[in-house]
């Protein structure tokens, strides 16, 4: 089985994208798993709701960024590297795909019984503000540096304002 590129590994343009996607991914499924109420956990509407958030978001980022590369394409390209930068595109956002399985496996969870809905959605919104909140260690270890306390309160304040613009999206769309 082939084993997971470290992403110090790839070039710097497609970390970056990975990164923009990762972060992009969880802000949008933590929207989703904010605006889902205890009775959508029971039924089992909430783990279709995160799991579409995320699909759904992974389809029109890659839309998007399969369009915008049109842009300014080399008329020489052959098919062969069209079909590879397409590659590199959908790679790069899975992060985004990614996001919504353990808010969904934590509504799962709540929907069979296992959990209480109120625990399940408080978990889920946590993690995705934990694993957002990791991504200032996550860059400066990307970058070939040591995770310093300066990267990891870089990422608290992300998470911060992550929260808050899915708290306000979910207010001002729901």
Known sequence: MPRR??????????????????I????TVLSAAIAADPEQIERGA?????????????????LAHLVAHGIGADRGADDVAR????????????PIATSGLIPAVLYAA??????????????????LVVRIGLVGVFMQRFSGTRPTFLGL????????VAFVIGLVKVVLTH
């Not at 079909?83 to 899975?94: F, G, K, L, P, T």
């Not at 929907?111 to 889920?124: F, H, I, K, T, Y």
């Open 153 to 160: 309160w870089g990422g608290i304040v992300l998470a911060a």
């Open 83 to 94: 079909r590879e930068s397409a590659v590199v595109i959908v790679r790069n956002a899975n």
């Open 110 to 127: 709540a929907w069979v019984g296992w959990l209480p809905s109120v625990w399940a959605q408080v978990a889920a919104v946590v993690i």
């Open 24 to 27: 992009y991914g969880n802000i």
């Open 46 to 62: 909430a783990v279709l709701t995160v799991l579409a958030t995320a699909v759904l978001t992974y389809l029109a980022h890659v």
């Open 5 to 22: 590129p470290d992403p110090r590994d790839l070039p710097v343009e497609h970390v970056r994208d990975r990164m923009s996607s990762y």
